[in-house]
């Protein structure tokens, strides 16, 4: 019964910080309907309601807001507690959870996790790609590397290696058109543009004019909303669009893209390694942040 009233509490806890039984069940690698059960005999022995559950949504009840906050000091602790033991281990080893914007997850840090895996082979990795921004807390989550200023008190982060932000074309395109030699000469051409998801927004294209840096939104005809989706549509040739270097990069080495511009590129120091300080000992997330950093 203690057991089962701890994972219940668990349950909880993560159910009610993300808001569905199938996100819970996502972060802690188990299926909704084990999630359900386990909070249906946590009510059951607490004789109170948790939730208010509809078939779209589910919500905390009154009761459930008190003892939610406390829940979740348990699973922290909880976790504080394996952190520790984790750390006097030696060799890394267990389940690593890494949370990534598509962008950096697909072309930095998925092609090294092969690798990685060579070198540490007791540890199992949980790589997580999408471009919201996720409690690395409440979510177990042991390292995220993320786009942009993120400031949170309760991480440790470590900047990454700078980046370029430059315009590319594909060959075949340049073929039939001249390469723009100034950015005020995209407007004569076919451009494809970003749609951030989040919120709607487009981008603005940055380029470096002598000791100043302006920004355009070119009149694009294309409108995608990732960056990679951005790219392939550049490689098929329908136009000039801008991109991060380090997903560009493999195009340009394969020969399907050109840089274009590259004498306006701007460079950016945005790209951030963060981890809570429970992990700060943990020799996986040593291991791995080491060899992140060398990646970037």
């Known amino acids: 019964m203690v057991f089962e009233r701890l994972t219940g509490l668990i349950a909880f806890a993560r159910a009610g910080s993300l808001g569905s039984y199938t996100a819970a069940a996502r972060s802690l690698s188990v299926s909704p309907s084990a999630i359900s059960k386990s909070v249906q005999r946590l009510e059951r022995h607490l004789g109170v309601l ?3 559950r509809t078939t779209r949504s589910l919500t905390l009840t009154p009761e459930g807001r008190d003892l939610h906050e406390r829940a979740l000091r348990l699973l922290r602790d909880a976790e504080e507690i394996e952190q520790l033991a984790k750390a006097t281990q030696a060799e890394p080893s267990g389940t690593l959870r890494i949370a990534a914007s598509l962008p950096i997850g697909l072309h930095v840090i998925a092609p090294a996790l092969g690798r990685f895996r060579e070198l540490y082979p007791k540890v199992t990795i949980d790589l997580r790609l999408s471009d919201h921004i996720v409690d690395l807390i409440e979510e177990s989550i042991d390292v995220a590397v993320r786009i942009g200023e993120l400031p949170d008190s309760r991480l440790i982060s470590r900047r990454l290696s700078p980046h370029q932000l430059c315009c590319y074309a594909a060959p075949g395109y340049l073929a ?7 950015p005020d000469e995209l407007t004569a051409h076919e451009t494809i543009n970003l749609r951030y998801q989040s919120t709607g927004k487009m981008f603005r294209w940055p380029f ?9 939104v070119p009149p694009s005809s294309i409108i995608v909303d990732t960056s990679e989706g951005v790219m392939a549509t550049i490689a098929a040739g329908a136009g000039i669009g801008m991109g991060t270097s380090f997903v560009a ?8 893209l ?10 950016r120091d945005n790209i951030t390694a963060l981890w809570p300080e429970s992990r700060r000992a943990n020799p996986t997330v ?4 080491n060899m992140l950093i060398d990646l970037c």
């Open 249 to 256: 990069n493999a195009w340009v080495k394969s020969g399907r």
């Open 208 to 216: 470096r004019i002598g000791d100043r840096e302006i920004e355009v």
């Open 50 to 52: 948790l939730f208010n």
């Open 176 to 182: 039939k058109h001249d390469a723009p030699t100034h």
């Open 286 to 289: 040593r291991a791995f942040l």
């Open 258 to 267: 050109v840089p274009v511009l590259s004498d306006f590129a701007v460079e």
